[in-house]
Each structure stands twice: as structure tokens, then as C-alpha cells.
């Protein structure tokens, strides 16, 4: 019935990083939305028809956060190939088949892993934060939900989690060895659940009538499928 978008930047603080504002995200997802509810209207639809929502996402880009919602760091884009020598590091080791039978991926710049790795090695803030228990980690799903349901969600799906490095397709879920190998033990990470699933509601800070399901979460090629 209505359909809206709006630009995002990205930004490259140095040859071969790509990063994103996490409230440039959130602020982009609300004035979206907000426009696609305009034109509904504009159609003659009335907002309070809408019964639910769901979020889809480019799976490999992340977020960290604390608790209160404030960013640790910029969101790091699929694109970017900063953790080009941890994975040339980690390639030939013994962790390389581990993951490979783990996760059902190969090492690679391309998933969220090997970057949030290079974070933690170089950014302080960032170590103190994980180390401590108060960094929350997400692909942009998370991020969106978590900030939607002001904090009361923290979840994500199987076709997101599945492209971290460190998730265990077999079990479906976090996997712990993994996360201690590369001396993450102490992120938070959300639960995951099946794409359909009651992952929260929102009214989208008010542009809704009052809070709607979120019955959804997807990533981008998942969801074409």
C-alpha cells in the first residue's frame, strides 16, 4: 500500500573501514518509516490497521552498545576488510577447522567475527566494555529491536546469528568455545529465535497509535527468498 526509504552514509575513516552511525540507523529506520505511514495516509489508510511489524537487515554489519542504549563504537559495515590480518592470523590454526565445522563458514573479513575481534584488540573502550559485561553485541536487527522496545528486547534470528562466526549451526546457539578462543567470553549476546517469532512491540516512538507486534526478523537474503 506505501512505501518510503531514506539515504544512509556511510563513512570511511581509513582505507579499507567502513562504519555507520548506530543512531544514524535508528534516526534513518524512524524518518522511513514515518514517511511510508504519511503515504499510507495519504491513500487513505488509517495507521491503526497496521496489526504487526517486521525488521530485515544486511546480516554481516554490527553494533555494540551498552545497556542504556549508548553506542560503544560506529557500526561496522559487511564491507569493511579492517580484520584482514586476524583472519590471515587465524587461517592454518587450529580454531580454523573449529570454526569451519562450528559455524559453517569459512574465516573471512565478510563476517561480523573477525572484525569484532579487531575491535577488541584495538580499541580500549571496547576491551573494558566486553571484559566487564556491559557491552551488548547485534547485527542491526538487535540494534533496531532493541532500541524500539526501549531496551526490553534483546533477541535476534538464526538467519542473522548464522553469519556472526560465532554461532553453532548444529546447536543453535552461542558457541562458548569459540567465544573464549577469541577471548570474548564476557559479550552479551542476544538470544536467538526462529525468523517468525513474537520478538517484541513497538508503536515506533509514537508514530503508531499504540504498539504494535513485531512478529519478524530476517536478513536481507533470507527475506528475498
Known amino acids: 500500500r506505501a512505501k518510503a526509504t531514506e539515504p544512509l552514509a556511510s563513512s570511511f575513516p581509513m582505507p579499507g573501514l567502513v562504519e555507520q552511525d548506530p543512531e544514524g540507523i535508528y534516526q534513518n529506520v524512524l ?35 551498552e545497556e542504556s542504549g549508548r553506542p560503544l563504537s560506529k557500526a561496522v559495515v559487511w564491507q569493511c576488510k579492517r580484520s584482514v590480518g586476524i583472519c590471515n592470523r587465524l587461517k592454518g590454526s587450529t ?8 559455524t559453517g563458514l569459512m574465516i573471512d573479513p565478510y563476517f561480523s567475527g573477525t572484525k569484532l575481534i579487531w ?24 540494534w533496531l529491536l532493541h532500541r524500539l522496545t526501549q531496551g526490553r528486547s534483546f533477541l535476534t534470528d538464526y538467519t542473522n546469528a ?64
Open 31 to 65: 524518518a522511513a518509516a514515518r514517511a511510508c505511514i504519511e503515504a499510507f495516509q495519504n491513500r487513505g489508510g488509517d495507521p491503526g490497521q497496521i496489526k504487526a511489524c517486521g525488521l530485515s537487515n544486511q546480516r554481516e554489519t554490527f553494533c555494540l552498545w
Open 95 to 102: 580454531v580454523e577447522e573449529e570454526v569451519v565445522q562450528r
Open 119 to 142: 575491535l577488541y584488540e584495538n580499541d580500549p573502550r571496547v576491551r573494558e566494555a566486553v571484559d566487564a559485561g556491559r557491552a551488548l553485541f547485534g547485527t542491526v536487527d538487535t
Open 162 to 225: 548464522s553469519r556472526t562466526l560465532l554461532f553453532n549451526i548444529d546447536r543453535l546457539e552461542w558457541d562458548r568455545d569459540l567465544l573464549a578462543r577469541f577471548r570474548l567470553q564476557g559479550l552479551r549476546l542476544p538470544e536467538a529465535r526462529p525468523s517468525a517469532f513474537p520478538y517484541g512491540a513497538s508503536d515506533f516512538e509514537g508514530l503508531l497509535p499504540g504498539p504494535v507486534p513485531i512478529s519478524a526478523m530476517i536478513g536481507d537474503s533470507h527475506a528475498a527468498a
